[in-house]
């Protein structure tokens, strides 16, 4: 099992949102198997400054960020073709050295 970070930044809210994606990827086929939430960090709305950092303790309350953050998601690719591509470069940025 592996992790994909995820730091989605809610300006509307002044805060940041770390979150992790567990993922298996079997055979170039990725497949995430849970998302959750672990840390919030609230900013200044003025200052842009961080003001707290707080952890994210209960299920619940990770759910309730999971499904905020997937309300939001302005990107046309899912979660896992997000995943999948950063595999892609990772592996085409670590073969490319070696065919040279």
């Known amino acids: 099992m592996n992790s994909y970070r995820i730091v989605w930044e809610d300006e509307a809210k002044a805060r940041e949102i770390e979150l992790f994606a567990d993922y298996a990827c079997e055979a ?14 609230f900013y200044d709305p003025e200052s842009r400054k961080p003001i707290r950092t707080v952890a994210v303790h209960t299920s619940s309350g990770s759910d309730l960020l999971v499904r905020q953050y997937l309300a939001a998601r ?11 591509i950063q595999l892609d470069q990772r592996d085409s940025s670590i073969a490319a050295p070696v065919a040279e």
């Open 28 to 41: 170039g086929v990725v497949e995430v198997r849970a998302i959750y939430a672990r840390r919030v960090t």
């Open 74 to 84: 302005e990107e046309a690719i899912t979660i896992a073709e997000e995943i999948r």
